[in-house]
């Protein structure tokens, strides 16, 4: 009976994995289409911002997880698979309203349309790189659901030295080509300050 019971949560492990490519592949579709619109629109592509580079650690950090729990035999701890589960959907969340907010301009290359502004709304009223943030939940916290925490320690230090690169790029791009600079100037990256939802809370009320 507990070998079927670790059987199982190991199977829903890796559906969940699944799960995930299936989205990483419909975010390329959506990306490509998105592309072709600001192409059309006059607009200019930078740098595909190490997007293979990208892809290839995606593509391990999944093999690597699945590969942990089942050669280490990772125990399924409920608690710490309940925490893992919330802060991945919270990565998600923070990345569908990063593409919701972004609407057409959502590319996974770095690209901008002239006389554009900045997105200044939704998410990114609060944060500089809400999606960015959304990425570093899912990465250390989705191998964690089912105790995978080399995987989830390794990627993470992996993913936060790739991150530091590709940040750089798309903000100097950003800073050349719109008026990116001016608005984001005192916006946090990733943690919002109390300020800015104070000051939401204010323009609501």
């Not at 989205?23 to 990306?31: D, V």
């Not at 006389?115 to 990425?135: A, C, E, I, Q, S």
């Not at 798309?170 to 000051?199: C, D, G, H, M, W």
Request: net charge positive; proline share 4%; charged share 15%.
């Amino acid at each position: 009976m507990v070998r079927e019971k670790e059987m199982l949560t190991k199977y829903i492990f890796v559906g969940i994995i699944f799960a995930v490519i299936l989205q990483r592949l419909f975010e390329l579709r959506i990306s490509k289409n998105n592309e072709t619109y600001i192409l059309n629109q006059g607009g200019k592509k930078h740098s595909d911002n190490l997007l293979t580079t990208v892809k290839v650690l995606q593509i391990s950090w999944w093999i690597a997880a699945v590969a942990e729990v089942w050669y280490f035999n990772r125990p399924f701890i409920f608690p710490l698979a309940t925490i893992a589960l919330l802060v991945t959907l919270a990565g998600q969340v923070l990345r569908y309203l990063s593409m919701q907010a972004l609407e057409q301009h959502w590319t996974l290359p770095i690209m901008t349309l002239p006389n554009t502004p900045v997105v200044d709304k939704g998410v990114y009223f609060y944060l500089r790189h809400p999606n960015w943030l959304g990425v570093i939940l899912e990465i250390a916290a989705l191998p964690l659901i089912h105790g995978a925490y080399l995987t989830a320690i390794i990627f993470s230090l992996a993913n936060a030295v790739l991150m530091s690169q590709r940040i750089q790029t798309e903000e100097q791009a950003l800073a050349k080509n719109s008026n990116y600079t001016l608005v984001f100037a005192n916006r946090p990256r990733f943690i919002p300050k109390i300020s800015f939802l104070s000051q939401e809370i204010s323009g609501d009320s």
